[in-house]
């Protein structure tokens, strides 16, 4: 049995040797090193560059680091060297128990690329634990018929250190009566049999004191011992015997405490006292101690602490029958452990980035080892991660997992991601674990500014205060930090001509627009210019915006009166005959309004009269007509007085002075009103001494020409009358007041024809004659055109 228990330990020797030279292959190149026990921390290893036939410049750029499958750093790397140096001291015994080899793995984890080497340190024992029995007395009872050369039991040492520092050896202090013979157990451990060289004899010598002791191997080897104490014993000459030689059972790891493992039974051949027997573990370790314990008197094993696969498979334990007399017999119980999936599997993260990039491809966020306590089924695991994310997992090493993005990621759409990863085992019933992680996607300044509206219309009113705020252009930008702060700022003018730096202002912080000078809407009306919206990214990005700026009119210009005109050097005269009937054209009042629309809107009334009722005024085209007939007891001098306003808040007027002069008949001498007497004295202008010079040559023709238009207006009793006008000056008028749309106030167009002849007084005589045209009403806006002729006739459309 003893050589059977051997050979099945070496067979495990072999099939663990296997499993691990397969494993190492499995893997990247191994590196192997080996450091004794209980050596400082920061003792020097091993060169890893050296080993591995790796670059120390590699190992830093590549970013080196020690990890392990438990997470502890027991080794560190000096990457600048590629020294392998302890990080602790290591306890042999603690690490690997009595395991021999004491081998720990390591693995080397570099980046750029992702690369794994796995590295053994294998932990040599030194000679730090001497042997120690578990008592400091041991008590045998003999019988003193016993037999030369009968063997008995003894309680072996434990020493806690491997090959040739384990225990050794056993003696005993010299007597005449025994001699140890050391044993090897199934579990390879050595305990010593005390063997009877010479009988015993109760009457001579019923007790037997000497001293036992174990060695090690070690130089210099240490030692323990214990007293033995053999009490002689009077006839037993028969020992118990068990039915079987070896009882092997198996128990699930699960199996409740209390539970009966096995019933081992012996008998006794003696009677009495000597036939009693009593069972009990013999050579059996603290931890079996703790874990099974027997029933003295049935022989019943039972449970009294959880089993562990993981942690021990199998037990060995040699169980003894004890007689009455002193006599045993022994049997030998082997307990297989049978695996359950009791241990869900274990995720271990080597390295963890984030935040990562956004627009950056296959970036490995995680690395991470996958491990599960249990074996066969229920060690074999799966590992797989949440759907419906942008991530990949791949496999690497020896459960060794990487966690890589499948494709770019956009921060803009999605800015953080919870990301599970689930482990699961194929056992009965299958465990799994979920190990969850928050990635966070930093952001890149891929996005523009973007204006909410692509062009804006801004209205503000003309004759502002300068730095008045007129509107806000707003962008936005969808990037973070500070690639989605926005500066804006006014782009150069298309229109060279536009000063525009010097009309409006924007504040780069927050897009208001502000006029800069106070703007008049008769100067400008209207300007555009774009505005640009930057944020503060590398490189920065931009977009535009167009901003219309539309100045709205206030009524700050007052009506100016084009005819007739204020300036002359000479009052105007319109002539008008007593014959004339009521509604007769006398004048019209021709005014423009710089201002527009209703500020523009001009409106006529009559304010003074020499004779209130004679004449009247169109509130719309200040056309002055008659308003009855007239007499002779009218005053052949009329003076009008006639006020032209627009329709602004608040209003703005203009009055215009009219003196109408009646005659009985065209042929009659103009009568100058006094202010004309009063500047008769003075010398006669060339150009009116050449004109009348020119207009005595056809004196004759004209006069017919107008007693025959007199005579067809009286036939028709209704018609236009002719008037006097003054003369027109050289010269245009102004063009900022005739060349304005919207502002005329006529319902049509008339052409006036003024003719110049020699009279008495000033030498002037006026006719007015209008010309009515077969056009349809034209619309207010048009503008006044002017013609002058020379010699004796000048003439001007007024719309």
Known sequence: MEIGGAGVLQIRQVLLFFVLLG?????????????????????????????????????????????????????????????????????????????????????????????????????????????????????????????????????????????????????????????????????????????????LDYEEQSELNFILTALDGGSPPKSGSTLVRVVVVDSNDNSPEFQQPFYEVKISEDSILGSPVVTVSAWDLDSGKNGEISYMFSHASEDIRKTFEINQKSGEVSLTSPLDFETTESYSIIIQATDGGGLFGKSTLRIQVMDVNDNAPEVTVSSITSPIPENSPEIVVMVFSIRDRDSGENGRMICSVSENLPFVLKSSVENYYTLETERMLDRERQAEYNITITVTDMGTPRLKTEHNITVLVSDVNDNAPAFTQTSYTLWVRENNSPALHIGSVSATDSDAGANAQVTYSLLPPSDSLLPLASLVSINPDNGHLFAL???????????????????????????????????????????????????????????????????????????????????????????????????????????????????????????????????????????????????????????????????????????????????????????????????????????????????VPEGHFPGHLVDVSGTGTLSQSYQYEVCLTGGTGTNEFKFLKPILPNLPTQRPGKEIEENHTSCNSLGFNIQ
């Not at 050596?39 to 080993?51: E, H, P």
């Not at 014959?579 to 007769?584: F, K, L, T």
């Not at 032209?644 to 009103?673: C, I």
């Open 23 to 199: 494993m190492s292959q499995a893997g990247s190149d191994s590196g192997r090193f080996s450091v004794a026990e209980e050596m400082q921390s920061g003792s020097f290893v091993g060169n890893l560059a050296k080993d591995l036939g790796l670059e120390v410049g590699e190992l830093f750029s590549r970013g080196a680091r020690v990890v392990s499958n438990d997470n502890k750093q027991r080794l560190q790397l000096d990457i600048n060297t590629g020294d392998l140096l302890l990080s602790e001291a290591l306890d042999r015994e603690e690490l690997c128990g009595s395991t021999e080899p004491c081998v720990l793995h390591f693995q080397i984890l570099m980046k750029s690329p992702l690369e794994f080497l796995r590295i053994e340190l294998q932990v040599k024992d030194i000679n730090d634990h001497s042997p120690a029995f578990l008592e400091k007395e041991m008590l045998l009872e003999i019988p003193e018929n016993s037999p030369v050369g009968a063997v008995f039991l003894l309680e072996s040492a434990k020493d806690l250190d491997v090959g040739i520092n384990a225990l050794k050896n056993y003696t005993i202090s010299p007597n005449s009566h025994f001699h140890i013979k050391m044993r090897v157990n199934p579990d390879n451990r050595k305990y010593p049999e005390l063997v009877l060289d010479k009988a």
């Open 517 to 727: 000078t106070s703007l008049d809407y008769e100067a400008l009306r209207a300007f555009e210019f774009r505005v640009g919206a930057t944020d503060r990214g590398s490189p920065a990005l931009s977009s535009q915006a167009l901003v219309r700026v539309l100045v709205a009119d206030a009524n700050d210009n007052a009506p100016f009166v084009l005819y007739p005109l204020q300036n002359a050097s000479a009052p105007c005269t319109e002539l008008v005959p007593r014959a004339a009937e009521p509604g007769y054209l006398v004048t019209k009042v021709v005014a423009v309004d710089g201002d527009a629309g209703q500020n523009a809107w001009l409106s006529y009334q009559l304010l003074k009269a020499t004779e209130p009722g004679l004449f009247g005024v169109w509130a719309h085209n200040g056309e002055v007509r008659t308003a009855r007939l007239l007499s002779e007891r009218d005053a052949p001098k009329q003076r009008l007085v006639v006020l032209v306003k627009d329709n602004g808040e608040p209003p703005l007027s203009a009055s215009v002075t009219l003196h109408v002069l009646l005659v009985d008949g065209f042929s009659q001498p103009y009568l100058p009103p006094p202010e004309a007497e009063a500047a008769a004295a003075a010398p006669a202008d060339p150009l009116t001494v050449y004109l009348v010079v020119a207009l005595a040559s056809v004196s004759s023709l004209f006069l017919f020409s107008v007693l025959v238009f007199v005579a067809v207006r009286l036939c028709r009793r209704g018609g236009a009358g002719s008037a006097g006008r003054c003369p």
